[in-house]
Nanobody, 122 residues
Framework: VQLQASGGGLVQAGDSLILSCVASGDDISRYNIGWFRQAPGKAREVVAA????????HLGDSVKDRFTISRDNAQNTVWLGMSRLKPEDTATYYC????????????????WGQGTLVTVSS
């Protein structure tokens, strides 16, 4: 499966943004999908993940009350909804797939798409 993340941009603190992860080459319903981010000089971290069926989600502690994750397997798409954005959310956001593990383990994720840059100004 190939994954393409999109929807990033420059926003102000407090704004909302929705990122999309669109799959091609395979049926996304076969995969758990995770969103990850990496800021300059920092390690990549798990932002959110959703199991293949959509029944379970995982949200990182730093975004738990502000971000959501959802999917529509019929559209081969997973979304990351971000609200009350903060400057510390500035990073490149990636989506990736995993077919083996839940709860999410970042090292198990593969098929990393090109990221989409989110910049939050103060």
């Amino acid at each position: 499966v190939q994954l393409q993340a999109s929807g990033g941009g420059l926003v102000q603190a407090g704004d909302s943004l929705i990122l999309s992860c669109v799959a091609s080459g395979d049926d996304i319903s076969r995969y758990n999908i995770g969103w990850f981010r990496q800021a300059p000089g920092k390690a990549r971290e798990v932002v959110a993940a959703i199991i293949s069926s959509g029944l379970y989600i995982h949200l990182g502690d730093s975004v738990k009350d502000r971000f959501t994750i959802s999917r529509d397997n019929a559209q081969n798409t997973v979304w990351l909804g971000m609200s009350r954005l903060k400057p510390e959310d500035t990073a490149t956001y990636y989506c990736a797939s995993d077919s083996t593990t839940w709860p999410p383990v970042m090292d198990h994720y593969v098929n990393w798409g090109q990221g989409t840059l989110v910049t939050v100004s103060s």
